[in-house]
């Protein structure tokens, strides 16, 4: 099937996928209200399977690339509870320490998407980490719909404590400055906001289309945020006024850029809310921002 844009489906479709996405409704659920949007010998399954992920298609890195070193790695959940596994990219060719990088996923764990962004920030001569909060329940199933149904089942709490316990991890590692930057998309865009109210020493913080942290926790915020927006994503855009009243109120350190008439998801270029040129603007930024904050 010909990969299709976000241009080629009704936004009531997108904004159902979106739904489907973060589990507000189940896949019955999106085929059944979808079909009416199937026309042209399109048929509801047709629609979701356009709107899935093409990991393969959109690789920008290859998993061989010999520029880089990468590998599956372990670290300790806190207070004894298990271990967690990762992802960890960086130069093969460097010269001393590097900054580090933690890489945050989507709802679905550490898919090929995300290992592929790891990839293209360690070529940017960062060491990059992508903890999978999945690996309590087995890992990232290879499966986005099984993923999508894990995730549900995820103990959030630990989840959070993990990733926290990967900053520790991850700027302790022999290859790296100390200084350590998070971004994060979706769920992992909260989770990179949340990061930057629990870690003091947390050097940068880049949340894409992320949840916002309860006003009363931006205090705590010590790190600067370069914060990513899509214009069309009314569920998320709802928080940002409270946001933005609290980081103004608390003298945070930030950058809000707002992309117009692009969807949540802009810049997984896996799917069809891929938008090029919002993403390569955005991806820009995040590259100019931690060059500033974690190099200096």
């Known amino acids: ?18 739904q489907y996405v973060h589990g507000l409704i189940d896949r019955r659920g999106f085929l059944e209200r979808a079909a009416r949007f199937a026309v042209g010998g399109m048929t509801a399954t047709m629609l979701l399977d356009a709107l899935n992920p093409r990991f393969a298609e959109a690789q920008q890195v290859a998993k061989d690339d010999k520029r880089l070193s990468t590998s599956s790695v372990e670290y300790d959940s806190p207070k004894g509870t298990g271990r967690v596994r990762g992802y960890l990219a960086l130069p093969a060719n460097r010269s001393g320490r590097l900054p580090g990088i933690l890489v945050i996923h989507e709802n679905r764990g550490l898919n090929p998407h995300i290992e592929d962004i790891a990839r293209r920030i360690a070529l940017e001569q960062y060491v990059a980490f992508a903890p999978d909060a999945l690996t309590v329940l087995g890992g990232y199933p290879g499966d986005e719909d099984k993923a999508r149904e894990l995730f549900a089942k995820l103990d959030q ?9 990967a900053f520790g991890w991850l700027k302790a590692r022999p290859e790296c400055t100390g200084k350590v930057g998070v971004v994060g998309f979706c769920y992992g865009g909260g989770i990179a906001n949340l990061l930057a109210t629990r870690i003091p020493d947390l050097s940068a913080a880049v949340p894409f289309y992320g949840s916002q942290p309860p006003a009363e926790e931006v205090a705590k915020i010590k790190a600067p945020l370069l914060i990513h927006y899509a214009g069309l994503d009314e569920r998320i855009n ?11 109120a608390n003298g945070v350190k930030y950058q809000m850029f707002m992309y117009p008439n692009t969807n949540h998801g802009f810049h997984n270029d896996t799917t069809p809310r891929y938008d090029e040129t919002a993403a390569k603007l955005a991806w820009s930024r995040t590259l100019a921002f931690f060059n500033e904050n974690l190099r200096g």
């Open 157 to 165: 709490q630990k989840a959070r404590e993990d990733f926290v316990a």
């Open 238 to 248: 709802a928080g940002w006024p409270a946001f933005e009243e609290a980081l103004k």
């Open 1 to 18: 099937m010909e990969r299709k844009q976000a241009s080629d489906f009704d936004p009531e479709v997108l904004k159902l996928f979106d």
